[in-house]
């Protein structure tokens, strides 16, 4: 009889662009996959590719007591009813009630903690709120994946499963899909922000260099890639409409902007377990700039493959982007191909493949 999986996430892209390779693997090792998440247009992709799914309504951001109790009991009756023999589950939520689900149901399950979230990084009641929930839902896991040392080494200072962490290259990249483009000509110089549109994702110091940059360097463009989770769309157009930047609202294939453009831009400053906007772009061979926090440094040798900035420092981040403007055309190519060389040999998706069969198999 075929063992089966269940995946737990909040949202379908979580599975299909940075997880599908595993479960590819799983379908082809003769595993059954379901998929339980929130509608979205991958999941015709993930039936197609063998996945069963299983749809869940739930608010990512809510803290309403009665509703979290419920996608404990909403979990507990999926993992009897699709009979799972292991649990894979992402994100805060997934990993809390699903931990707490399996935990009491005696199902083996593998955590990925891909960013500690605003609630806890901020600290306050939310915060031991969180870790709480946290200690309770991994008290029988079998692994927690962590995506950085930082978030690894906050379980730790809380013995929260302490002797089940594993340390992944974040999601890793798939370097066939994401192979190495063409350097574009520097007749103009492209940049592109690739993000969920909210304030801690570095939205307002992204516009706040295009509109300096564009100002004193007429012969740059900016582009703006993603799905706005805050108010900022009258604030993109307006922009986009002065000509300041090019929003694109969602692309399926981010490979579409990242052959034109010459840099990827990632001023965030959310609590990130590691960004695969920079892991992606890096692979294809484009220099990055990003801020210097856990989740985005570790992709970055400073100078070598890019720039790091200040977090939440507009001005930090004019200054390293009027010294990527002044690079000769050769330099700024070799930055990209340094990129593509670090990522080839320390973030291969390959790694966290073979790290999720490992554990799957031992449970």
């Given at each position: ?42 999941i015709e992709?993930?039936?197609a ?9 739930f608010?990512r ?5 009665f ?18 023999d ?35 990084e ?11 929930l ?25 013995n ?8 992944l290259p ?36 992204y ?33 986009h409409?002065?000509?300041?930047i ?39 061979g ?39 403007l002044?690079?000769?055309?050769l ?9 593509r060389k ?8 390959n ?13």
């Amino acid at each position: 009889m075929k063992k089966r999986v269940l995946f737990l996430v909040n949202h379908d892209v979580v599975i299909y662009n940075f997880r599908k390779e595993i479960v590819e693997k799983l379908i082809a090792e003769g595993f059954e996959v379901i998929i339980s998440s929130p509608g979205g247009e991958r999941i015709e992709d993930l039936k197609a590719m063998g996945c069963e799914y299983e749809e869940i309504i739930f608010d990512r951001h809510g803290t309403n007591v009665f509703n979290e109790l419920k996608l404990i009991k909403y979990y507990k009756q999926l993992i009897k009813r699709v009979k799972a023999d292991v649990v894979l589950t992402f994100t805060i939520k997934p990993n809390i009630y699903g931990g707490i689900a399996c935990k009491t149901l005696g199902i083996p399950y593998i955590a990925n903690i891909t960013g500690l979230g605003t609630a806890v990084e901020n600290g306050g009641l939310m915060q031991k709120i969180t870790t709480a929930l946290y200690k309770n839902a991994f008290k029988k896991i079998n692994t927690v994946f962590f995506q950085n040392q930082e978030n690894m080494d906050f379980f730790k200072r809380r013995n929260i499963a302490v002797s089940k962490h594993k340390l992944l290259p974040g999601s890793g990249v798939n370097l066939e899909q994401f192979n190495l483009l063409d350097y574009p000509s520097d007749d103009k110089i492209e940049f592109v922000f690739i993000s969920r549109i909210m304030k801690q994702k570095g939205i307002e110091q992204y516009l706040e260099a295009a509109e300096f940059i564009k100002g004193k360097y007429p012969n740059t463009r900016f582009h703006i890639c993603g799905f706005c989770e805050e108010a900022y769309e009258d604030k993109l157009y307006k922009y986009h409409n002065e000509g300041i930047i090019h929003y694109h609202g969602m692309i399926r294939n981010i490979n579409n902007i990242l052959e034109r453009t010459h840099c990827t831009i990632h001023p965030t400053y959310y609590p990130e377990g590691l960004s695969n906007v920079l892991l992606e772009s890096a692979a294809v061979g484009r220099p990055i700039i990003t801020t210097d926090r856990s989740g985005c440094r570790e992709v970055v040798d400073d100078g070598i493959n890019g720039y790091i900035v200040k977090a939440n420092n507009s001005e930090d981040l004019i200054l390293k982007i009027e010294g990527f403007l002044k690079l000769e055309f050769l330099v700024k190519k070799q930055m990209g191909l340094a990129g593509r060389k670090k990522v080839e040999k320390s973030f291969d998706r390959n790694t966290v493949i073979k790290a999720y069969m490992e554990e799957i198999n031992k449970c």
